[in-house]
């Protein structure tokens, strides 16, 4: 019986920029989503806490394929985090308008507010796709469903938004 010499592991290093570069490459981005997903007041820490975690994480990387949509998954889980807390809190007595963060141009508060009222879901497929223009499959993977569920949540998402802004 002959023994087979077994190649040494793979390197599982990979190439990665710099988190500063990072940082300053994916930070408008990844705060116009936030901003979206959960309104001004909280895009700041949700943001805070997604490049926190971004990182920690960021040494031990192992795929450096889609940078954008690696930090906007856990922007996204950053912001469930926060929908899950703020149904644990007081809601405020006076509320101020959200305002959408955005290039200076006016922007219409009552799709803003119907895009805020949608279901967590189809408000970030909606948001991804038409706010950071990325494409269904990157979206499946940031939200966590397929590709074809992400089709399905935007489909829905712009049909509750004619409903609401055209009556």
């Not at 116009?32 to 997903?37: E, I, N, S």
């Not at 490049?51 to 469930?80: E, G, Q």
């Not at 119907?114 to 948001?127: D, K, S």
């Not at 990325?134 to 940031?142: A, C, Q, S, T």
Request: aromatic content about 8%.
């Amino acid at each position: 019986m002959t023994s087979r010499s077994v190649p040494p592991p793979r390197s599982t290093t990979v190439e990665l920029p710099p988190f500063q570069l990072f940082l300053e490459t994916y930070r408008q981005a990844v705060y116009r989503f936030l901003v979206g997903l959960v309104g001004p007041r909280d895009a700041d820490d949700c943001f805070q806490e997604t490049f926190l975690a971004a990182l920690r994480a960021y040494p031990s990387l192992r795929d450096s394929s889609n940078l954008r949509a690696w930090i906007l998954t856990i922007a996204h889980r950053k912001a469930m985090d926060e929908h899950r807390a703020r149904r644990r809190r007081p809601s405020p007595v006076a509320e101020v308008p959200d305002r959408a963060a955005g290039n200076g141009a006016e922007v219409d508060p009552a799709l803003w507010a119907a895009v805020g009222a949608l279901p967590e879901g189809q408000r970030a497929a909606v948001l991804l796709r038409y706010a950071e223009d990325l494409p269904y499959r990157d979206i499946g993977r940031i939200v966590d469903c397929t590709e074809a569920a992400a089709r399905q949540r935007v489909r829905e998402g712009l049909r509750r938004l004619r409903e609401v802004v055209t009556t």
